[in-house]
């Protein structure tokens, strides 16, 4: 709930729902606003019931508040959807740079395909980095 806009108020809220196999939106997850917590909220949520195992599953996050203006901003940083994971398992195997690294080519930021395609060996950088 941090960012930019205001903090969800009291009888404000984010769900998840999902589509069950009969095409109804069930809420399976709410979080109530009203709680200025600097700290970023881990959420995971088990799919096993038969009636979310469908080709047209499906998810949503509806958030309910005032509808004017920058208000009540609710934050979904991260969805991860994995079968046969264990409810221990927090950490995603998810490879990311923090910063910018160089360019793959020796010389220049960009360059013509054509160009780049005449001679890739000499155009093509030996290493690429970034802070460690």
């Known amino acids: 709930m941090r960012g930019l806009g205001e903090l969800p108020d009291s009888d404000d809220s984010l769900r998840v729902q999902f589509l069950d196999n009969q095409g109804n939106w069930n809420t399976v997850w709410k979080k109530i606003g009203g709680v200025d917590d600097k700290n970023f909220i881990y959420q995971q949520i088990s799919i096993k019931e038969a009636l979310y195992l469908h080709p047209n599953f499906q998810f949503r996050f509806p958030g309910f508040g005032r509808l004017s203006g920058q208000f009540d901003t609710w934050h979904i940083d991260y969805v991860y959807l994995n079968k046969n ?35 890739p060996a000499t155009e093509t950088t030996d290493s690429l980095a970034t802070d460690n």
């Open 85 to 119: 994971r264990r409810s221990t398992d927090r950490f995603v195997r998810d490879v990311a740079f923090r910063l910018p690294v160089n360019s793959f080519l020796k010389r220049y930021s960009a360059m013509p395909l054509k160009q780049y395609l005449a001679r």
